[in-house]
């Protein structure tokens, strides 16, 4: 998808399909005026009969237009005047593209963003008419013996009343850096078990890396050895597929200045190993890559803009399989922190594979360090697919990514990390268990985190109930690419 911003009048714009606001009661749109007028009012004509009320949610293609440059023109109701939020607008662009996506318009031109939304500005609308135009244009079918039906939608312009400014012009190719952070997210995440491997993550990194003056390194299951990461290791021990620890570096600063460090669980498929899992919707444990994925997509958008910031990723990636060799409840192993973890469940092992990546993340001497996992149900149950679990050990950091989050849409919702859950995890035999019970389950597991991140500013995000959609819809939603996105962008610029 191609997008561009110019001033322009509706009339005039050369187009298969303009897209135009109608208020509840029948206005139009500022920009629609002279378009009524051109096509000798056949809008406020079809109004007037109430083929379009205005209201939220309604709309109408008009095919047969005279007088103006464009083809046709759909009509979206915005509903009533100065009460249009960033809900109704974000479903409103999700319509457009699902009608623009059937139809045969292979461009259009849109005039929403000087449309008022209540507490967004242009920059926030211009961000969200490309993410939705992205969304709606995604197909999943790298795996299909012919590619999917792409729709013939290829353009999009937005129009402007005003010469659109230079915030404008970065919001529009911030977006579209997003948008391909994201897709690469949800490419990633959509690809099965057998071909999207810990080796596939780490030879994808390396593509990344030649393509964007990125640098990857890849450490062996040998090499994490060396390093004492056995907590990592046990939980790859029951796969036939070597585990990777893979880091992407990401240097858009002075040396000097300390890097955002982002690690991201890469359970390439988590059958639960050994606890094994029930069958039933197995198959979407493939997403327990998600973490991975949105690193990685985050680091491809901040390179795309170039953000002058260094951002490193770290990505402990490996399978959980049961075998002979797999890690078995009561098993102790030793974190390269030096504490030992009695393995109480092996479908606990996100929190293995984090707790060593996380100790390692300090070598970068990081500003911050963030972790993205698929990590716990019980976040799904709590939050369910709106919002991700945010954890912090400081107020300040989760405030930014809060934030971040709802400016993008990609919303996160805090819940505590308080002393008091600590106890959850006590062992009668090791420093700690790696279940705390079914109480509070994504607050144990990021309480277990936050014992391997005291040395510095971090922040954890269980993303179990966001990355991926479920049922007839399934596929990777690219979360929370944009909540990161949109958190790097700020730090850049404070600087
Ligand atoms: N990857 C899963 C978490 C998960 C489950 C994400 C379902 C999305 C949907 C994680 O490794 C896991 O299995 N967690 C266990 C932890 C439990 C054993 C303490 C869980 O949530 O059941
Ligand atoms: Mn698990
Ligand atoms: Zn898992």
Redesign the pocket.
Known sequence: MEFSIKQSSSENQRSACVVLGVYEGGQLAPSAHGFDEAANHQLSDLIARGDMTGKSGSSLMVHTLTGVAAERALLVGLGKQNELNAKQFIDMLRSIFTTLGKSVCKDAALYLTDISVKDQDESWKITQIVLAAAESAYRSDSMKSKPAEKPALRKILLGTAKKPGSLAQDALKQASAIAHGMKLAKDLGNLPGNICTPSYLADQTKKLASAHKLKATILEEKDMEKLGMFSLLSVTRGSRQPAKLITLEYRGADKKQKPVVLVGKG?TF?S?GI?I?PAAEMD??KY?MCGAASVLGAILAVAEMGLKLNVIGVIPSSE?MPDGAASKPGDIVKSMSGQTIEIL?T????RLILCDALTYAARFEPDTVIDIA?????C?IALGGVASGLFSNQEELAKELLDAGLYMNDKAWQLPLWDEYQQQLDSNFADMQN?GGRAA?SVT?ACFLARFTKDYRWAHLDI??TAWKSGKEKGSTGRPVPLLAQYLIRRAGKK
């Not at 479908?347 to 996100?350: Q, T």
């Not at 698929?374 to 019980?378: F, K, N, Q, S, V």
């Open positions: 359970l988590d639960g606890s899992k979407e444990m327990d959980n469940n479908d606990a092992e996100g698929t990590l716990t149900g019980a799904v279940i389950g597991a179990a109930g």
